[in-house]
């Protein structure tokens, strides 16, 4: 078998652009669905049933269905739905923010509830409300306890990011599949694609190491 490098060595400022987009696109996915998973998670905890009912309607529909046809649901539906329309871009964003803000609530769910019953009832003792309570005493630890969860869906982020080169989202996933139909290169553009992958993920990964050992609860 012959190898060609060179359609790397000539492309490479695509593929670096990729690579830029799917970081771009897995930041401001998680900025949006840490609030986003927080919200779900008071609204299942909410004492109005329409409210959990809602709430937990939609963290288990985005829980168990496919990510990709979450993304296609949001492409080819909601605009026909809702008249949404939206950059390709964007609706990749909305797809995988909602998606990972269903998994997010789970995660600050046990969080919360992982909390003793005990610091709850003293600070209600104490004269707080139930809300100062939760935002003063409960929540700060409950966050304290999930970041090595959450660096783990980060790590999960950060890869499914590629599902969105279905509806053409130009990151790293798009760019290499269309470079490769164009050059008939299969093994060095997904060989090159791996690499970039590895580079930008591996230190991730070794990052999320780092918070399951800096923030392991032991009880």
Same mark, same amino acid.
């Given at each position: 078998?012959?190898?060609?490098?060179?359609?790397?060595?000539?492309?490479?400022?695509?593929?670096?652009?990729?690579?830029?987009?799917?970081?771009?696109?897995?930041?401001?996915?998680? #900025? *949006?669905? @840490?609030?986003?998973?927080?919200?779900?998670?008071?609204?299942?905890? $909410?004492?109005?049933?329409?409210? %959990? =009912?809602?709430?937990?309607?939609?963290?288990?529909?985005?829980?168990?269905?496919?990510?990709?046809?979450?993304?296609?649901?949001?492409?080819?539906?909601?605009?026909?739905?809702?008249?949404?329309?939206?950059?390709?871009?964007?609706?990749?964003?909305? #797809? *995988?923010? @909602?998606?990972?803000?269903?998994?997010?609530?789970?995660?600050?769910? $046990?969080?919360?509830?992982?909390? %003793? =019953?005990?610091?709850?009832?003293?600070?209600?003792?104490?004269?707080?409300?139930?809300?100062?309570?939760?935002?003063?005493?409960?929540?700060?630890?409950?966050?304290?306890?999930?970041?090595?969860?959450?660096?783990?869906?980060?790590?999960?982020?950060?890869?499914?990011?590629?599902?969105?080169?279905?509806?053409?989202?130009?990151?790293?996933?798009?760019?290499?599949?269309?470079? %490769?139909?164009?050059?008939?290169?299969?093994?060095?553009?997904?060989?090159?694609?791996?690499?970039?992958?590895?580079?930008?993920?591996?230190?991730?990964?070794?990052?999320?190491?780092?918070?399951?050992?800096?923030?392991?609860?032991?009880?």
């Amino acid at each position: 078998m012959k190898f060609d490098w060179s359609v790397i060595a000539n492309n490479w400022p695509l593929l670096l652009h990729g690579a830029g987009v799917t970081i771009m696109l897995a930041f401001a996915t998680m #900025a *949006l669905a @840490l609030p986003g998973g927080m919200l779900l998670t008071l609204m299942r905890m $909410s004492r109005l049933a329409p409210v %959990r =009912a809602f709430a937990t309607g939609f963290v288990e529909f985005f829980r168990t269905t496919p990510i990709i046809l979450q993304v296609y649901w949001v492409f080819y539906i909601l605009p026909v739905m809702i008249d949404f329309r939206a950059s390709a871009f964007a609706t990749g964003l909305i #797809a *995988l923010t @909602l998606n990972v803000s269903a998994f997010n609530s789970e995660t600050f769910r $046990s969080g919360i509830n992982s909390i %003793r =019953a005990g610091q709850r009832n003293a600070a209600l003792a104490l004269g707080m409300s139930e809300w100062q309570a939760l935002r003063i005493v409960i929540i700060p630890q409950a966050i304290h306890r999930v970041l090595p969860a959450l660096a783990s869906t980060w790590v999960s982020l950060f890869k499914d990011t590629s599902l969105v080169s279905v509806i053409a989202v130009a990151e790293l996933s798009y760019v290499g599949l269309q470079l %490769r139909s164009q050059s008939f290169r299969v093994l060095e553009v997904l060989t090159a694609m791996a690499v970039l992958y590895w580079l930008m993920g591996y230190p991730q990964a070794k990052l999320a190491d780092w918070v399951h050992r800096k923030f392991k609860v032991s009880e």
